[in-house]
């Protein structure tokens, strides 16, 4: 059980570059998030999915887009990369059934730099 | 819109009690949470406490909640070094699809 996974865990880019984050979990959660952590900010929510298939937007959704590919993987991608989205990208789930339905599990990040 | 506030900083020494103060604007609020944040690494939940109750205790962790004053405090006795880290004070509603709301986070540092 390796809980939530993400994939890679640092990335540099160039400034308009593309590219798309990977987050996996196998604890048949239904709802999968992704946030990013900047400094004294604490984190912010970018998007997020409640159930297989759905999507919404969180605060801060401008300049990515994701896809809740199915119940495992929740993907974000920046289109266009800018120095605006550096930053580290935390993925998280919820929703086991363990009795905390709101208890979200986390990814170890991926920071992401861009030039 | 909803928000939790927490300081940036907090210095204990090893050995004292670290407590660590959180408020919060949401009064529907049913989940409220303490997260870890070691260096490097992803949240870990640390202990969270219902709405419904005023206090949770779990070994060297004690969590107060004041409903009235929207007010969550996290307190570690007999801080020890690997206390160090970030700690995030969260709080959700009930939905199954509710967003948490985290705080900014305060930086636990021991000094010996």
């Known amino acids: 059980n390796a809980g939530v996974t993400q994939t890679p865990k640092f990335q540099v880019l160039k400034t308009g570059q593309s590219m798309t984050l990977q987050c996996a979990q196998d604890?048949?959660?239904?709802?999968m998030y992704w946030y990013r952590q900047d400094p004294g900010m604490g984190l912010r929510l970018i998007y997020y999915?409640?159930?297989?298939?759905?999507?919404d937007k969180g605060e801060v959704p401008n300049g990515y887009n994701v896809s809740r590919l199915n119940k495992r993987e929740f993907s974000l991608r920046l289109e266009s990369a800018a120095p605006s989205q550096t930053s580290v990208y935390f993925c998280?789930?919820?929703?086991?059934?363990?009795?905390?339905?709101?208890?979200?599990?986390f990814g170890p990040g991926t920071r992401l730099l861009v030039l | 819109g909803e928000d939790v506030e927490q300081s940036l900083f907090l210095s204990v020494r090893e050995g004292d009690s670290s407590v660590i103060n959180c408020t919060y604007t949401?009064?529907?609020?049913?989940?409220l949470y303490w997260y870890k944040q070691e260096p490097g690494a992803g949240l870990q939940l640390l202990t969270y406490i219902f709405s419904n109750m005023d206090m949770k205790q779990d070994q060297r962790l004690t969590v107060l909640l004041n409903k009235k004053d929207k007010h969550l405090s996290l307190r570690i006795a007999d801080t020890q070094t690997g206390d160090s880290a970030i700690y995030f004070c969260?709080?959700?509603?009930?939905?199954?699809?509710?967003?948490?709301?985290f705080g900014s986070g305060t930086r636990l540092s021991i000094r010996p």
């Open positions: 999915s409640a159930s297989e298939g759905t999507t």
């Open positions: 998280a789930s919820s929703g086991g059934g363990q009795g905390l339905q709101e208890t979200q599990y």
């Open positions: 604890m048949n959660h239904n709802s």
């Open positions: 969260a709080e959700s509603g009930y939905s199954s699809a509710s967003k948490i709301i």
């Open positions: 949401d009064s529907s609020s049913t989940y």
